[in-house]
């Protein structure tokens, strides 16, 4: 029984002083490292914003969204026109603000379509925007050869793109831990069910998906000056709806942390493979997605919990519960 | 007191009137079953008390409150709750926040997370499931399943409780023990309207029947009036002639 007690505050420990260790390590980088693995983390943390908002809703209730590529667009483009005008900072809520807005709009008017319904209209929605932001940029605006973004110091925008991640990652611990997110989840269980049982799924999925789509623009204008030339093209990459899915999966959605090891795995795999092998490196990123859905359904974190629950620790807990019952 | 009423209710699938002109009404207190052959328009009768779909014609009060134009999570908050014919439970959640979520937004007044834990927890022992509460909600049994909906429905403290066939499946002791569980919400002064196959639960536990027969309510009354009904008996047991002619 004490063992059993020590194992389990000592985890929290353990647990807590990883994440402090990470952070620290994060916070720290900048002053020793180079440039290029500054970057790297910089993308790193940018994908895990990316990856565990879209989880945060997509991955609970089921409610497939490709929509992720407009939401960083918008923020990015926010950048390219007001860096001028307005502080770095209040840009980067801006293009926060204007994705929500955003997400507003499309989830009252598509978040009663159904599974692969929702899932189509959002990617198209991708497309609509890229172009339509395409035409109007280039040919009622007239900027025909994109936006130069203001060059910034990597460490600053680490450092920032740190804080971000930090903020997006514990407002969606704290939803994914109230009442909201309980409500996503019976959403995600049986909609029909949770609706009886009196959640306002409409508002419920709106609500969520405003928030999350928040964060993905935020992070898109945070990013632009690190894509430096900006062009909604770019902005509007479809690549970017499917590399945060591919991320959750990856590291599992059960979990509140699956989606950070996967943005971590994939981030570094998306820099060094496109170094290296350039042309094939989405092949390479489809054979791991597909090898994971045959053999990993549950991500890297269902791989964790079945192996926590072979390890002799685990039965020794088991054993501890078990004799406490006998003893009550 | 009338806790339900239904005025000339009607619905209409395309062409097809699912449910049609129905009067009915339900006191306070009572255990009402209600009968009827395979597409008669039970469930959407029920689907329409929860709001699931709108009424095409008619209305139906509650406490004297119309739910016409309501959404079901209102319906429920004001005190209607109800299982479901095919059950459908949240296969992502362990038992015990199954019932959790019923105790959560179910009920009329926002309520505290300890607040709602008790609820779920005295919901779940009162249909016997207190010992499952940890597990995985998809290693349950059907009637296990089916208990816990029940759970689920009464942790949102509705006053009317819809039951959906609950004892359809279930072997001759479990429908027993589904029965005995019925009476025992009725004592805890809920209302209880059931759709019902099985008609040893229905006889045994109802004080009121009504018989649907291609959405229109060809009978009402006591158990005994309803099993002399020539009608009724006409319906359930001419079929066979009906299908010869």
Redesign the interface.
């Known amino acids: 029984m004490d063992i059993t007690r020590l194992f389990t505050t000592h985890r929290k420990l353990l647990v807590v002083g990883f994440v402090l260790f990470i952070l620290i390590f994060l916070a720290t980088f900048p002053l020793y490292g180079n440039a290029y693995y500054i970057r790297l983390l910089t993308t790193i943390l940018m994908y895990t914003v990316l990856a565990v908002s879209w989880a945060m809703f997509s991955g609970t209730t089921g409610y497939m969204s490709l929509a992720t590529a407009a939401f960083f667009g918008v923020g990015v483009m926010a950048m390219a026109f007001l860096q001028k005008t307005l502080p770095f900072p209040v840009v980067i809520v801006i293009g926060g603000l204007l994705s929500s807005a955003l997400a507003f709009l499309i989830g009252l008017v598509t978040l009663r379509l159904r599974g692969i319904y929702f899932a189509i209209f959002t990617f198209g929605f991708v497309m609509f925007i890229g172009q339509t932001a395409y035409y109007i940029d280039s040919h009622i605006l007239g900027n025909v050869w994109g936006h130069q973004i203001i060059l910034m110091d990597p460490g600053m925008l680490h450092y920032m793109m740190l804080g971000l991640a930090v903020v997006t990652l514990l407002t969606i611990y704290f939803i994914r831990r109230s009442r909201y997110g309980l409500a996503l989840l019976s959403i995600g269980g049986n909609e029909e069910a949770a609706e009886h049982m009196g959640i306002n799924t409409t508002m419920t999925k709106v609500i969520l998906f405003t928030i999350s789509s928040f964060f993905m623009g935020a992070a898109g204008a945070l990013m632009a000056p690190a894509i430096v030339y900006v062009e909604s093209r770019i902005a509007f990459n479809v690549f970017n709806s499917f590399m945060p899915i591919l991320m959750a999966i990856f590291g599992g959605m059960g979990q509140f942390y699956g989606p950070v090891i996967g943005a971590a795995v994939f981030g570094y795999l998306d820099r060094t493979l496109r170094v290296e092998l350039s042309e094939y490196f989405m092949l390479v990123f489809g054979i791991i997605l597909v090898m994971v859905i045959l053999f990993l359904p549950n991500g890297i974190t269902g791989l964790i919990q079945s192996l926590q629950n072979t390890r002799p620790i685990a039965k020794l807990l088991h054993r501890g519960k078990e004799e406490q019952h006998a003893n009550t | 007191m009338r806790i339900l009423e239904g005025q000339s209710v009607t619905k209409f699938f395309g062409g097809l009137a699912a449910v049609s002109n129905v009067d009915f009404h339900i006191d306070q207190g009572e255990i009402v079953g209600l009968i009827g052959p395979n597409g008669a328009g039970k469930t959407t009768l029920f689907n329409l008390v929860?709001t699931?779909f709108p009424v095409s014609s008619g209305e139906i009060r509650f406490k004297g409150q119309k739910l016409n134009g309501l959404?079901?999570?209102r319906v429920?908050?004001i005190g209607i709750g109800?299982t479901?014919q095919e059950t459908?439970?949240?296969?992502?959640?362990p038992v015990i926040?199954n019932v959790?979520?019923?105790a959560?937004?179910?009920?009329p007044t926002r309520v505290s997370?300890a607040g709602a834990a008790r609820e779920a927890s005295q919901a779940l022992e009162f249909v016997g499931l207190s010992a499952m509460a940890g597990d995985s909600i998809q290693d349950l049994t059907l009637v296990n399943q089916k208990r816990v909906e029940v759970a689920?429905?009464l942790a949102?403290g509705p006053e009317l409780l819809l039951l959906d066939e609950l004892m359809a499946g279930l072997n001759p002791a479990e429908v027993s023990e589904a029965m005995e569980l019925v009476t025992k919400i009725r004592d805890k002064g809920i209302t209880i309207f059931m759709v019902e196959h099985v008609m040893k639960a229905i006889m045994g536990i109802c004080e009121r029947i009504m018989v649907l027969h291609h959405g229109e309510k060809i009978a009402e009354g006591t158990p005994q009036e309803i099993t002399a009904n020539k009608e009724v008996i006409e319906i359930y047991l001419g079929e066979e002639t009906h299908a010869g002619s």
């Open positions: 929860s699931a959404k079901p999570h429920c908050k109800r479901f459908k439970i949240f296969g992502n959640m926040q959790l979520v019923g959560f937004f179910g009920t997370g689920r429905a949102t």
